[in-house]
């Protein structure tokens, strides 16, 4: 199986956000909802394939909490 390149890892990616936009289930724009919610895994490993095929090799940052 042929490893698509960045410009098809990006149409991709671009396909997968449509399909989880269109869905008519709720709110699935809420941090708990992207983080955990089945329809998003697709999208979230897309786009961290994208940022890798881009060059950037640090993982996504961890909960961030600000205190003041």
Known sequence: MEIPGPSARRRML???LSVVAAAPQGNR???AVLSTDAGWARP???A???LVAEGES???LPEICIVR
């Open 14 to 16: 671009i396909s997968a």
């Open 29 to 31: 724009w809420t941090r």
């Open 44 to 46: 979230r490993h897309l």
């Open 48 to 50: 961290r394939a994208v």
């Open 58 to 60: 640090d993982p996504p």
